[in-house]
């Protein structure tokens, strides 16, 4: 189970866009990251190399944890908002939530659940 303390680490550091610092520091060596009940994406390393692929791709990037964060024994649910703002002038913005277990101070298996409509990039609307 996470500390509190853990918990606000990571959503921290999630919140300051730094999310494959945060894979490297707060996921297992074997982690499962899991999209829609998609295939999985297993280990932390192949974590770290989507979000920095995906960093590389926006021109900038807004992270929001929106609270309450609910916590159960090793597993924790985390409502996100995100928004991409890509070079080409689009822009995703999308929901999630993140269904975590825990293992300690670890997340061992993700599974976000969200509309793939929201994926679609979008004209920026001033």
């Known amino acids: 189970m996470p500390s509190p303390d853990t918990l606000s680490r990571f959503i921290d550091k999630v919140e300051s866009n730094a999310h494959d610092e945060a894979c490297e520091e707060f996921y297992t060596s074997d982690a499962s990251m899991q999209e829609n009940q998609g295939l999985p994406r297993v280990g932390r390393a192949a974590h770290v190399a989507r979000e920095r ?8 990037v807004s992270s929001q944890c929106i609270r309450p964060v609910f916590v159960n024994g090793d597993y924790v649910v985390i409502r996100w908002r995100f928004r ?17 277990r825990w293992e300690g ?22």
Do not use: C
């Open 53 to 60: 692929e995906v960093l590389a791709r926006a021109k900038s």
């Open 105 to 126: 101070d670890r997340i061992a298996a993700e599974t976000f659940f969200y509309d793939p409509v929201q994926r679609t990039p979008r004209a920026i609307v001033p």
């Open 84 to 100: 991409f703002e890509w070079g080409n002038g689009t822009e995703t913005v999308m929901e999630e939530l993140a269904y975590q």
